[in-house]
């Protein structure tokens, strides 16, 4: 198989990063995907930088001995704000991440919009958004709890409005513009954010943004596939008939058949590699 065959490969804490696979899917027919979701180790936002890093090292270096990709693609902001440098030196194919494309697409509010961003503890405290977007007026907010209710289906309702209410109120209260969507779960609440923020709060979500830079970057190295239509495979280091009932729920295709990845298979890949 030439390299331009090889399939690109996503990796997300859990079920967030399926809004980047989906925005793949369409951008880019003729590519085959794979998809990893550490569902036995999410969410990631709570988590010490150090693990995640690891985590990360772990599945991108799976992603590309065993099942051969010519990308990866970080869809995971906790992962991609505190592991994209350290994945971009150690793994041979090349790394996009979330949080640049987010930062571009909010930076198209103009220079003088003031800029929300919610996400993870981890992600918040990373400061990567607030240096990604540089000079401009931001108010970040860490929003605990939130994945665990988009993966609950919980997505809409009096308890989720209240709950975004309470968390989003510097933001509210700043007037921003926009308001950077820094995980991927988020566009899941798209409905019950709107309700909390009004119709004149830009939500800005990377995943369209982070399918273009996956564009661009293949076309730039001669490695884009256009042929037909290609093929989607998932596989989850938890339960995968949880993951399966879950991601059909949030994403467009049902997930017929996903394959489970054992924790030690992972490690012990990466081991070998070091």
Known sequence: MSLRDAPIGVFDSGFGGLNILAA????????????????????YGSRRAEEVVRF???????LVREAGVKMVVVGCNTASAVALE????????????????GARAARRLGPRAVIGIIGTERTIDSGAYQ???GERDTVAVACPGLVELVE?????GPRVEAILRERLAPIIEAKARG???????YPYLARSLRRVLGPDVVLISPAEETAFDVREGLISLGLDNTRGHGSVRFWCTGDPEVFRRIGTRLYPEPLEVVEHLDLAVLASVWRASA
């Open 179 to 185: 308001l950077l969507l820094g995980c991927t779960h």
């Open 86 to 101: 350290a994945l971009s030196d150690q793994l041979p194919v090349p790394v996009i991440g979330v949080v640049g494309a």
């Open 24 to 43: 793949l899917h369409d951008l880019l027919p003729g590519e085959d995907l794979v998809y990893v979701g550490d569902s036995a180790r999410s969410p």
């Open 56 to 62: 990360s090292l772990e599945i991108g270096t799976w």
């Open 131 to 133: 240096r990604a977007l």
């Open 152 to 156: 609950a289906g919980e997505v809409e």
